[in-house]
């Protein structure tokens, strides 16, 4: 894959997700190679936590981009940023994989297809998920210990609350207060406003 | 549901954690209560957050894929029947008819019947379980939906019923039983291959969760008996139930 370093002309802005989103809901089929660049790794990595399987993984994140593709003109600004109306959808698809039954379908077969590791370049994203990594880990270290563990087995494993409850053999009517409370650290922690 | 408990769901419902019927009664709070409305929003850019620091770089092939793939799909008009996700591509995969639905998370625990997880303090030891109970419900899951499935069901003499499901080519068996009667403490219910009445033992049967078992082989059917608890060598009486597998299989 072609390293993609988006500069802005002096005296220009750069055009921000949202702004090549609105471009796509044009149809900009160039427009959208961007979005594409800027959001499949995080894409794939929530797939990936969630799914497991790397074939299938990686169809979740087809369907996620087809989404974007096809919904582009449905995305509200006022409801949220572009990526974190993506990786909504991303971690909303991932964990309907895992929660119906009609995965197994071609599994080996996709499996002993694609079994060859691609090589590609490290793009920007990367080192910007690197540092993302740290503060994220950092951040889950401020919850309890019960708070961190119901958010990153209901967000990673795609646990609904009463999955999270029999796991940790915490009283199921609690759990929602848990993850609850543990987002809101998180979200404190990482400075995240809506 | 009170509305006090209700605003203590943006966490689970942000996450996807909550049930489908609870789900629905959220999100008519939801668009009563901005308050919630608003944390929901926080709770997402949140956990955008734990995504991008998972992200991985796909390989070259997808990009390829998903641009060639958005050349024929048409885009959805603006006009909104309301709703922040936009009406899912139905995937073009042919669904199969699924004989047992194997849940997410850990159903499996309970379902399929693994581990007590209340042994698992340690959260990397949860995970760990979680791991092993979804490679366990993916191998169920191939049985039941091999090509070459066959299977079939029969009332247990004492009550219930059981249900298997076999693949010749996997070379697997899964035996599901439901509604079979409580054994007092030191009697456990196994499981048998038959080759033609010969039986060879498939493990032991919790009541309530399924029996994945390999080594098929040329089994001419399954069996079920009620035996001292640890299970037998060999069957102690006569079986509860035999199912029949299909004859003339390759
Ligand atoms: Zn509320």
Redesign the interface.
Known sequence: ?RTVVHLAAPGEHAPTLEDRLARV?Q?D?EA??FV?DAV???????A??VV??PAQS??V???V???V??????F?PD???A???I???????A?DR???????????HRTAV?EH??E?D??V??V??RL??E???RCLRTLT?VQ??S??????????????A????VPLGT???R??????R??DC?G??? | MTSADLH?????Y??????EDERREFEGHLVECPACA??V???????????????????????R???D???T??????E?PDR??????E?R????V?V????????A??ALGGVA??R??D?RD??R???EQ?ARG?AI??V??APDAVGGSAPASGGGTVRVIASPALDRAVVLTSGLPTLPDARVYQGWYSDNGRMRSIGLIRPGTALLASGLDRASGVGVTVEPAGGSARPSGAPIVLIDLPAGRS
Not at chain 1, 166 to 169: K, N, R
Not at chain 2, 41 to 63: D, I, M, N, Q
């Open positions: 894959m809901a149809g089929q959208f190679s594409y499949i790794g995080a894409v794939l990595g929530v990936r936590r497991r399987d990686e169809e994140a087809q369907e981009l087809l989404d593709w096809r919904g582009a003109a449905r509200r409801r949220g940023s990526m974190t109306w990786l909504t959808m991303a971690h909303r698809r964990v895992v929660r119906s039954a009609q995965a197994a379908t071609d599994r080996e694609r590791t691609p590609y490290e793009v994203e990367e910007e998920a993302e990594r503060q994220v880990r210990e961190r563990r958010v990153t087995l209901a967000y990673y494993r795609g646990c609904t609350h009463r999955e999270v029999g796991l940790l053999d759990i929602k207060t993850l609850r409370d543990g987002l809101i998180l979200r990482l995240v406003g809506a | 203590t769901m943006t966490g689970a942000a996450l996807h954690a909550l049930d608003r944390e929003r926080e709770f997402r850019a949140t956990s955008a957050r734990l995504a991008v620091a998972v992200a991985e770089s796909p390989g070259p092939e997808l990009k894929r998903v641009m793939e958005i050349a799909v048409r885009q959805l008009p603006p909104l922040h996700s936009p009406t899912p591509v995937p995969r042919t669904r199969r699924v047992l639905v194997l849940a997410a998370c850990l159903a625990i309970g997880i209340d698992y303090r959260a949860a995970e379980a979680v791991a979804r993916a899951e191939a039941i939906t």
